[in-house]
């Protein structure tokens, strides 16, 4: 009797990826597809890592494939970006075993710099997507993707959402089956992408794609619901959720495969409905297609917006008219966003801000030192930018203009792309200071390990890269490791640091205060009768510490991890520390 389990889409998916025979997946975490990984390395079959970057992972799937296994990448919906290099020429060699690209989008953008819409890259690079609307169908479409992987000769992506990836839904759990290693024969036509090869398989892509567009009409992730023909529904992915819950007597074609589009079962559905919708989150891909087939009564961005994420309300609102009032609740607080207490970031901006230095920012949790009170990252672009846009300022402005500036990245992200960004610098004869925020994870998408920490997505301990040897082997001789909570020591070196007329790096070490196993033998307690309210504990912003009616200060010990900055801060001694539990 076959087992069923509530499951995260996310580890539905790996579910779905392990039952399907997969043998090497590879991956760089980002939210919201990091636990399909982390799902998928807890299988002892299944071959897991975490990889540098998300080019690095696609190209490594990309080998495994032409080995003849099956394999597969994940990523968010910027990754696809680092990945889009392999992805597009990998469009054109096709595979040897089925690969399967996870692309998980953030309507709403709940964790990401932008809102993108991985189906419009999909289209350009002529890849076919897969989009399933809950855990179960996340498990049978991952299956059904190596199928068509190996059935079309290409890659696959399967595009998730931020509320697919993380809602629940049962699943049932079946036998893991591998299809046997495809063997690999040399095929340089095939496989080696010179211009004179290229030519021959973009003409392979093309016919490949026209005969899915035919043979989707008869696909089983493809279906068309039949009820009220007033009214009817093109959707797809959790967007087809909303419109089952809102008008569950509404006729519906579910799209599975989201490209290439089933033009025949797409007019046919059209023909018998009034009324007809197209209803998608983000970009009009399905609604452009349809209105250029001459199908001019679909309505879609004209009343749903290509912004944020889509709900049932949205549509009782735009399609019924239902206007629905939500009175939130007066006393609930406002939750703005702010670094951890504790946090090692805290402490490095502290120092910036007492030293009025601006941060060219990047991607992480570091990201937080934009906002109020500290309000020292000036600019946050993509992983690896802050590194490439302080060496652009200096080459714009000069040695000078920079001096009140540093690029911030954190020891992940450094690993991502921050290494040729500094590589350039090098290279270029830069200068210019670099803080690397090294916390001994990746903390944003909590906490992964990389090639840094010395610890393998299965586990294994391994050599960690030396980041300040790596400097230094750059050709870096101005490279300095510094205590993160070690105000004077920070302030000393920015100050030289900046003011050197050189290419420098400070390496700022102390490990994310959210770390599994971490203890904090001290707290952090005021002295009423010492403090002079003069408010100077205040200015980082730990949320451990609040001011009293009075002007003192209380400090929270559930809340404190005893990293001691605000006693630093204090001049006059009013801040003790103490062991925990005192």
């Given at each position: 009797?076959?087992?069923?389990?509530?499951?995260?889409?996310?580890?539905?998916?790996?579910?779905?990826?392990?039952?399907?025979?997969?043998?090497?997946?590879?991956?760089?975490?980002?939210?919201?597809?990091?636990?399909?990984?982390?799902?998928?390395?807890?299988?002892?079959?299944?071959?897991?890592?975490?990889?540098?970057?998300?080019?690095?992972?696609?190209?490594?799937?990309?080998?495994?494939?032409?080995?003849?296994?099956?394999?597969?990448?994940?990523?968010?919906?910027?990754?696809?970006?680092?990945?889009?290099?392999?992805?597009?020429?990998?469009?054109?060699?096709?595979?040897?075993?089925?690969?399967?690209?996870?692309?998980?989008?953030?309507?709403?953008?709940?964790?990401?710099?932008?809102?993108?819409?991985?189906?419009?890259?999909?289209?350009?690079?002529?890849?076919?997507?897969?989009?399933?609307?809950?855990?179960?169908?996340?498990?049978?479409?991952?299956?059904?993707?190596?199928?068509?992987?190996?059935?079309?000769?290409?890659?696959?992506?399967?595009?998730?959402?931020?509320?697919?990836?993380?809602?629940?839904?049962?699943?049932?759990?079946?036998?893991?089956?591998?299809?046997?290693?495809?063997?690999?024969?040399?095929?340089?036509?095939?496989?080696?992408?010179?211009?004179?090869?290229?030519?021959?398989?973009?003409?392979?892509?093309?016919?490949?794609?026209?005969?899915?567009?035919?043979?989707?009409?008869?696909?089983?992730?493809?279906?068309?619901?039949?009820?009220?023909?007033?009214?009817?529904?093109?959707?797809?992915?959790?967007?087809?959720?909303?419109?089952?819950?809102?008008?569950?007597?509404?006729?519906?074609?579910?799209?599975?495969?989201?490209?290439?589009?089933?033009?025949?079962?797409?007019?046919?559905?059209?023909?018998?409905?009034?009324?007809?919708?197209?209803?998608?989150?983000?970009?009009?891909?399905?609604?452009?297609?349809?209105?250029?087939?001459?199908?001019?009564?679909?309505?879609?961005?004209?009343?749903?917006?290509?912004?944020?994420?889509?709900?049932?309300?949205?549509?009782?609102?735009?399609?019924?008219?239902?206007?629905?009032?939500?009175?939130?609740?007066?006393?609930?607080?406002?939750?703005?966003?702010?670094?951890?207490?504790?946090?090692?970031?805290?402490?490095?901006?502290?120092?910036?801000?007492?030293?009025?230095?601006?941060?060219?920012?990047?991607?992480?949790?570091?990201?937080?030192g934009a906002v109020a009170p500290?309000?020292?990252?000036?600019?946050?672009?993509?992983?690896?930018?802050?590194?490439?846009?302080?060496?652009?300022?200096?080459?714009?402005?000069?040695?000078?203009?920079?001096?009140?500036?540093?690029?911030?990245?954190?020891?992940?992200?450094?690993?991502?792309?921050?290494?040729?960004?500094?590589?350039?610098?090098?290279?270029?004869?830069?200068?210019?200071?670099?803080?690397?925020?090294?916390?001994?994870?990746?903390?944003?998408?909590?906490?992964?390990?990389?090639?840094?920490?010395?610890?393998?997505?299965?586990?294994?301990?391994?050599?960690?890269?030396?980041?300040?040897?790596?400097?230094?082997?750059?050709?870096?001789?101005?490279?300095?490791?510094?205590?993160?909570?070690?105000?004077?020591?920070?302030?000393?070196?920015?100050?030289?640091?900046?003011?050197?007329?050189?290419?420098?790096?400070?390496?700022?070490?102390?490990?994310?205060?959210l770390l599994k196993g971490l203890?904090?033998?001290?707290?952090?307690?005021?002295?009423?009768?010492?403090?002079?309210?003069?408010?100077?504990?205040?200015?980082?912003?730990?949320?451990?510490?609040?001011?009293?009616?009075?002007?003192?200060?209380?400090?929270?010990?559930?809340?404190?991890?005893?990293?001691?900055?605000?006693?630093?801060?204090?001049?006059?001694?009013?801040?003790?520390?103490?062991?925990?539990?005192?």
């Amino acid at each position: 009797m076959s087992e069923k389990k509530i499951l995260l889409g996310n580890e539905a998916i790996a579910r779905g990826a392990y039952e399907a025979g997969v043998k090497v997946s590879a991956a760089y975490p980002g939210t919201p597809s990091t636990e399909v990984s982390e799902a998928l390395a807890k299988y002892d079959e299944v071959y897991a890592e975490w990889s540098p970057n998300e080019k690095v992972a696609t190209e490594v799937a990309i080998g495994a494939s032409i080995a003849g296994v099956r394999s597969m990448c994940a990523m968010k919906h910027v990754g696809l970006n680092v990945a889009a290099d392999p992805l597009y020429t990998a469009a054109y060699t096709g595979v040897n075993g089925g690969m399967v690209l996870v692309v998980a989008d953030d309507p709403g953008m709940y964790s990401s710099q932008n809102e993108q819409d991985t189906r419009m890259v999909a289209r350009a690079a002529m890849v076919p997507v897969v989009e399933p609307s809950d855990s179960a169908e996340a498990k049978a479409f991952m299956k059904y993707a190596f199928e068509l992987s190996e059935t079309y000769d290409t890659p696959v992506i399967l595009r998730s959402t931020t509320r697919l990836s993380h809602s629940q839904g049962l699943v049932e759990l079946e036998e893991r089956k591998v299809p046997e290693d495809v063997p690999y024969e040399r095929n340089a036509a095939k496989f080696v992408m010179m211009p004179g090869n290229a030519i021959k398989r973009h003409l392979v892509v093309e016919a490949r794609m026209k005969k899915m567009a035919e043979d989707a009409v008869s696909m089983p992730i493809n279906r068309a619901e039949y009820r009220d023909l007033s009214v009817g529904f093109i959707t797809c992915g959790i967007a087809y959720q909303y419109v089952r819950e809102a008008m569950p007597d509404a006729s519906v074609l579910k799209l599975g495969l989201v490209n290439p589009l089933p033009r025949k079962l797409i007019e046919e559905f059209a023909a018998k409905v009034d009324r007809l919708y197209i209803f998608e989150e983000l970009e009009p891909v399905i609604e452009e297609q349809v209105k250029a087939w001459g199908i001019s009564k679909a309505v879609g961005k004209e009343i749903f917006t290509v912004q944020g994420e889509y709900s049932a309300n949205l549509l009782r609102e735009r399609v019924l008219g239902q206007k629905m009032e939500f009175t939130p609740e007066k006393d609930v607080p406002a939750r703005p966003p702010i670094l951890c207490p504790g946090c090692p970031h805290r402490s490095v901006f502290t120092a910036l801000k007492q030293l009025k230095i601006r941060a060219a920012g990047d991607i992480g949790c570091y990201t937080l030192g934009a906002v109020a009170p500290l309000g020292v990252i000036d600019t946050t672009i993509c992983m690896g930018a802050s590194i490439s846009s302080l060496h652009g300022m200096e080459k714009a402005k000069g040695t000078d203009y920079i001096k009140n500036w540093v690029a911030v990245i954190g020891d992940s992200t450094f690993m991502h792309t921050g290494v040729n960004s500094l590589m350039n610098m090098v290279y270029n004869q830069a200068k210019g200071t670099v803080i690397i925020l090294d916390n001994s994870t990746t903390g944003m998408t909590g906490h992964q390990d990389h090639a840094a920490t010395g610890k393998t997505l299965k586990g294994e301990i391994v050599p960690a890269i030396d980041i300040p040897a790596l400097c230094r082997a750059m050709g870096i001789s101005r490279v300095r490791e510094v205590n993160a909570f070690d105000q004077e020591a920070l302030v000393n070196a920015l100050r030289e640091e900046v003011n050197a007329d050189a290419l420098s790096v400070i390496i700022t070490q102390a490990p994310c205060a959210l770390l599994k196993g971490l203890k904090f033998p001290d707290k952090c307690r005021p002295i009423p009768e010492k403090c002079k309210k003069c408010g100077a504990c205040l200015k980082p912003g730990c949320p451990a510490l609040t001011k009293n009616e009075d002007g003192t200060i209380s400090i929270d010990e559930t809340m404190c991890n005893g990293c001691g900055l605000c006693m630093q801060l204090c001049k006059f001694g009013a801040i003790e520390k103490i062991k925990a539990g005192e």
